[in-house]
């Protein structure tokens, strides 16, 4: 069979380096000729943030961080940067702090250096996110996708261990979804292998030894390949799900994402053969889903949707609004009965292996 396919390469500057931030913002900043900069960075992550900012001047710091950037939010962000003459824009955290930078830019056009915390991957993709009246809205722009992202695995030691794990394996759902997303192919696919592969290694390092250099910095070599793969590749079933989780249930977005995982890659494997291989080998296990439930099971994985807030009471919502949105091209068909089977395992933590028999 002729391989064709059509591939999009987003233009960024990536620099690389733990304990090296502070000093390759200052040299960004000074590179970009920016004259004021605004700081975002949450309540949480202000003093890490104020570290790394140390070699520059800052015309306005900003803490108003909320997660799923509601409009109201952003709103004043935007009126801020506007009121203060911003000419660059520097977000320090994790993906809420990235997505709020996001939304500003969308609308102001200031360029962003983004200083990612966790594996959240947001800073490596050109898509933005807003939540209005319990309705979470993406899109992509590349006005909103960083210049720059600075990669210090130093940053990400504040992370607990539990939220390091929930972020990696949010990772990880970048590299999955990358597999079978409507823009898939080989070169995001190669992309999203070499994540898995990352990620597989470097965060049972994390969960043994938080303190170590080595596992954090596999685990954000890895969260960035899993957010390049999914920019090129776009939203998959799996994301168009936790969008839905997220922005209307008001579930957590790293948690959400770790706990359906499992269930999105049962139901589709079978399906996307050469996918699942894929997964496999990245894993270097004989199955996807037996690679994939070897980690969770290692890493003491979020289990179930229900520790979350998320009750059998909204499963029709949640199916009503998803249903329309996961893409045609799923590698199988999806239906209000199977994605309510979906749910419901999900809800419980039941046994992945289930929904392959659907």
């Known amino acids: 069979m002729a391989l064709t396919f059509e591939h999009v390469t987003l233009g960024q500057r990536v620099l690389f380096g733990s304990g090296k931030a502070a000093e390759n913002l200052a040299a960004?900043?000074?590179?970009?000729?920016?004259?004021?900069?605004?700081?975002?960075a949450s309540e949480f992550e202000t003093g890490m943030a104020r570290v790394v900012a140390t070699g520059i001047e800052v015309a306005l710091w900003h803490h108003d961080v909320?997660?799923?950037?509601?409009?109201?939010?952003?709103?004043?962000?935007?009126?801020a940067a506007a009121e203060h003459g911003i000419d660059l824009l520097v977000c320090v955290g994790g993906g809420s702090t990235t997505g709020l930078a996001k939304a500003v830019a969308l609308t102001t056009g200031i360029p962003i250096v983004a200083v990612p915390t966790t594996y959240a991957g947001s800073e490596a993709t050109n898509?933005?996110?807003?939540?209005?009246?319990?309705?979470?809205?993406?899109?992509?722009?590349?006005?909103?996708?960083?210049a720059t992202v600075i990669y210090d695995a130093e940053l990400t030691l504040t992370l607990p261990v539990e939220l390091s794990v929930a972020s990696g394996l949010n990772a990880l759902a970048h590299c999955v979804d990358s597999l079978w997303a409507p823009r898939a192919d080989p070169i995001n696919?190669?992309?999203?292998?070499?994540?898995?592969?990352?990620?597989?290694?470097?965060?049972?390092a994390v969960k043994a030894d938080p303190a170590g250099m080595e596992g954090r910095e596999q685990a954000l070599y890895g969260a960035y390949?899993?957010?390049?793969?999914?920019?090129?590749?776009?939203?998959?079933?799996?994301?168009?799900?936790?969008?839905?989780?997220?922005?209307?249930?008001?579930?957590?977005?790293?948690?959400?994402?770790?706990?359906?995982?499992?269930?999105v890659l049962a139901f589709n494997a079978g399906a996307a053969p050469e996918a699942e291989k894929r997964i496999a080998a990245a894993f270097g296990t004989a199955g996807a889903l037996e690679g994939l439930l070897a980690l969770r099971e290692t890493l003491d994985a979020p289990q179930a949707l229900a520790d979350y807030g998320f009750t059998e009471d909204n499963i029709p919502e949640a199916v009503r609004i998803a249903l329309p949105a996961i893409p045609a091209s799923n590698p199988r068909p999806v239906t209000d009965a199977n994605l309510t089977a979906l749910l419901t395992a999900a809800l419980h933590g039941d046994d992945p292996k289930t929904l392959t028999d659907l």
């Not at 900043?29 to 700081?39: D, W």
């Not at 909320?66 to 009126?79: D, S, T």
């Not at 898509?127 to 960083?146: Q, S």
């Not at 776009?234 to 957590?252: A, E, Q, R, W």
């Open 66 to 79: 909320v997660m799923h950037v509601p409009v109201e939010v952003a709103e004043k962000a935007r009126a």
């Open 127 to 146: 898509v933005w996110g807003l939540t209005e009246a319990a309705r979470k809205t993406t899109g992509v722009d590349d006005a909103v996708l960083p």
């Open 189 to 204: 696919a190669a992309l999203a292998a070499e994540g898995i592969r990352a990620l597989n290694q470097g965060l049972p």
């Open 28 to 40: 960004e900043v000074a590179r970009l000729g920016a004259q004021k900069v605004m700081v975002i």
């Open 225 to 263: 390949l899993a957010a390049v793969a999914f920019a090129s590749a776009g939203s998959g079933m799996h994301h168009k799900i936790c969008h839905v989780l997220g922005g209307t249930f008001n579930l957590p977005h790293a948690q959400t994402h770790a706990t359906v995982l499992p269930y």
